[in-house]
């Protein structure tokens, strides 16, 4: 599809050299210059001949299986399988191979194989995205069941046999992106493949005679012809746009990466002289003033807020999660802040794009890197915060298919809106489908399991529409008007009662729904959670706390008070909880601490446990003492209460996948400055060992054994040197830290 060629900034086929021999390693330049250059039967020649010779080579089989995988003339999946398969059982496939491998799978119904691709990448600690960590065996065929109160059409006026995608809303009709031919020249005298299927921005109005019908499309935008133009957006009263365009080199040529692929950039667009069809004053958008920001493409961007203050937008910037991801930046002053990543949650290794942000703040997106049908599938998250959004939830059918479905809006009253797939039976290579639901109410009834009377105050959270969480009337019930609804859950709770769910498999007419709660017997505790700097020792305020019980993976999300506390009741006694804590600031800086856990244990019922978090800046260079990590005298292996410590790291690293750290071990000054060196070398070494063991990628970590090198008091020893340290000052150099080395 020419969308990826000009559109989607990074090719997917970019890869990591490993040692090879020097015939291998050009031969492997010379195919990764012909894909390039889209000589794709150049480069399935060169990738054969690599593995006539080197038949284990793992680069090549990743590269056939991507060109045997991207639609056109050389698709073929049974290869694409073949090579895929092999290198992911070499155990060295990288983790963007990895993703793209399982979506090849659900492309081809192979849900099973595909979920186990997903559970390695995930205990790889490639990803702690929980989409990805907890793919069930029903999760595909949950979201391919068609949600029939969803109608969906091909928008026939529109498209064309080109390429037609990327709608917006504008005025009484539509911008989209078109690769239909409307150039006489381009101004290239000669250029890559990609020249042959430019983009330009047009409009279709609304036909006021038939109602659901357009009039003939119409560009929107004159630009200069040497440029590709983009998906865009509009400020609420449409007088500035944001549009997606090429950048040019000299006047003359594309400006390209060194991998050869084309460079994009963020415009802002103004009206001039009282026309509102007259566009022009067309002014690149800075985003990045790091240090090389001009090597790396800016695209697709989305107001978060009608003023057009804030945006999502699509980069391949460094600091990232991989491939293309989303970033978020606000508008102080004249300029933009530095973007801040939307983490793990939205993003992957994969490719993230295509970004709408409805009135509500929810955000809509289109992702290859997450489980799904095949392709690039339309997934949800909700706004928690400026830069911070919850778990992406997948669209699921008909929205989402086994082919390409992308470029989501929806209209205010969100009963209806657009999207882009290459599903079969359309009229070009990409066309814009309308899709529309109708509303209706739905009822939550909420009643005791024993004697069926109705619990008043009860509350009642349905995910799939929101945090939002509803109320019972004195007659048990909470009434809102949605539109239809599929595989949706609903969620009732009540003091002295235990929770509990039910799911909507296909709301389409008015509805009562009942949930009933049995009696809680069982004693339960509360949590105080504090989170503290722990360079000032101030409380902070926002901070994102996340309470998750390991046992049955149920989570709770919550953000500090201006005391920096948050309080959680309702936990199960004798159960263990993982609590994390981190704060995001609008310049980008994160905040982190290493995760507590907590159980209440012989406390009475609705006491409370107090726990304190400290966070810091996550920066290089930063260390972290890991609390209660001991060895037994003389030993290095890793204790069951030292593992129960390190565990806390492990889910840190899965939370924030890009994040590299170096294990350091120290011991106090008794015995010989040389033994403690190797007796701390071993020590880090065996808590890296642990750390693999748990699925981290070795890659990701280092050790190093410090000795008695870095006393933390005055109870040095070497030689002559007397200690008169108490036994608790020597176990304060005895002490197990992290380092961050890359972030």
Not at 214 to 229: A, C, D, Q, R
Not at 342 to 347: A, D, R, S, T
Not at 484 to 509: E, H, P, Y
Request: charged share 25%; proline share 3%.
């Amino acid at each position: 599809m020419k969308k990826f060629q000009i559109l989607i900034m990074s090719i997917l086929f970019t890869f990591s050299a490993i040692a090879q021999g020097t015939d291998v390693t050009e031969m492997l330049k010379k195919g990764e210059a012909a894909m390039s250059g889209y000589e794709l039967d150049r480069a399935i020649k060169i990738y054969s001949d690599v593995l006539a010779s080197n038949p284990d080579n793992t680069e090549a089989k990743e590269r056939l299986g991507y060109i045997y995988t991207a639609p056109g003339p050389n698709q073929d999946l049974s290869s694409a399988d073949k090579y895929y398969g092999e290198a992911f059982t070499s155990g060295f496939m990288s983790p963007a191979a990895m993703l793209r491998y399982a979506n090849l799978l659900q492309i081809q119904n192979n849900f099973d194989k595909a979920r186990s691709v997903y559970n390695f990448y995930s205990n790889r600690g490639y990803s702690s995205n929980s989409l990805i960590r907890n793919v069930n065996a029903g999760f595909f065929s949950k979201i391919s069941e068609p949600n029939t109160g969803i109608v969906v059409k091909n928008v026939e006026d529109i498209n064309t046999a080109n390429s037609d995608f990327s709608p917006s809303y504008y005025r009484n009709g539509i911008t989209y992106v078109s690769t239909r031919k409307n150039r006489t020249k381009t101004g290239y005298s000669s250029e890559d493949e990609i020249v042959k299927s430019f983009t330009d921005i047009f409009k279709a109005t609304q036909n006021e005679k038939v109602k659901g019908t357009f009039n003939e499309s119409e560009l929107l935008l004159k630009t200069n012809e040497k440029y590709m133009l983009g998906p865009m957006t509009f400020s609420e009263d449409f007088g500035v746009a944001y549009i997606t365009r090429s950048t040019v080199k000299d006047g003359k040529s594309f400006a390209k990466d060194d991998q050869r692929t084309v460079l994009m950039e963020i415009c802002r667009v103004n009206y001039s002289n009282g026309d509102v069809e007259n566009w022009d004053d067309v002014t690149s958008v800075v985003l990045n003033r790091g240090m090389g920001y001009q090597n790396f493409s800016y695209a697709h961007p989305a107001f978060v807020t009608g003023r057009g203050d804030e945006m999502i937008f699509v980069s391949n910037m460094p600091g990232g999660l991989g491939g293309n991801d989303l970033w978020y930046s606000k508008l102080v002053g004249s300029e933009w802040s530095a973007p801040i990543n939307l983490g793990p949650e939205v993003n992957t290794s994969g490719d993230e794009m295509f970004p709408f942000v409805g009135k509500d703040g929810v955000l809509f997106y289109a992702s290859n890197g997450l489980p799904g049908q095949g392709g690039l599938d339309i997934y949800r998250a909700t706004k928690i915060d400026d830069a911070k959004y919850g778990q992406a939830e997948n669209m699921g059918a008909p929205y989402n298919s086994k082919y390409d479905d992308f470029g989501y809006v929806v209209n205010e009253t969100e009963r209806d809106g657009y999207f882009s797939s290459n599903r079969a039976g359309g009229k070009g290579s990409d066309d814009i489908y309308f899709w529309r639901t109708g509303e209706t109410q739905l009822c939550i009834k909420v009643i005791e399991l024993v004697s069926k009377d109705p619990i008043m105050n009860s509350g009642v959270r349905i995910p799939c529409l929101g945090s939002k969480t509803y109320y019972t009337d004195a007659n048990g019930l909470a009434c809102i008007t949605v539109t239809a609804l599929k595989n949706c859950d609903v969620k009732a709770s009540a003091d002295g009662f235990k929770s509990n769910s039910v799911t909507i498999k296909n709301l389409q007419a008015n509805k009562i729904v009942e949930v009933t709660l049995d009696r809680d017997l069982e004693q339960r505790c509360k949590f105080v959670i504090i989170v503290l700097d722990e360079e000032s020792n101030q409380p902070i305020k926002g901070a994102s706390v996340n309470i998750r019980q390991p046992s049955t993976n149920e989570e709770i999300d919550g953000n500090t008070k201006s005391d920096g506390s948050i309080r959680v009741k309702g936990i199960s006694m004798n159960e263990y909880y993982e609590i994390n804590a981190s704060k995001t600031l609008p310049d980008g800086t994160r905040y982190i601490g290493i995760p507590e856990s907590a159980i209440c244990k012989g406390l009475k019922n609705d006491d409370s446990i107090v726990k304190t978090i400290y966070l810091k800046k996550a920066s290089v260079g930063i260390g972290f003492e890991i609390q209660n990590i001991f060895y037994d005298l003389n030993k290095w292996n890793i204790r069951p209460d030292a593992a129960f410590e390190l565990d806390k790291i492990v889910s840190l690293l899965r939370q924030y996948p890009s994040m590299e750290i170096e294990m350091g071990s120290h011991t106090d000054c008794r015995a010989t400055a040389k033994y403690n060196e190797t007796l701390s070398s071993r020590r880090a070494e065996a808590c890296v060992e642990y750390l693999i063991s748990k699925g981290i990628a070795s890659s990701r970590l280092t050790s190093r054994g410090y000795g008695e090198s870095q006393l933390k008091n005055g109870c040095a020893c070497e030689g002559r040197v007397k200690s008169n340290c108490s036994e608790a000052d020597h176990q304060r150099n005895r002490r197990t830290e992290f380092t961050i080395t890359k972030f």
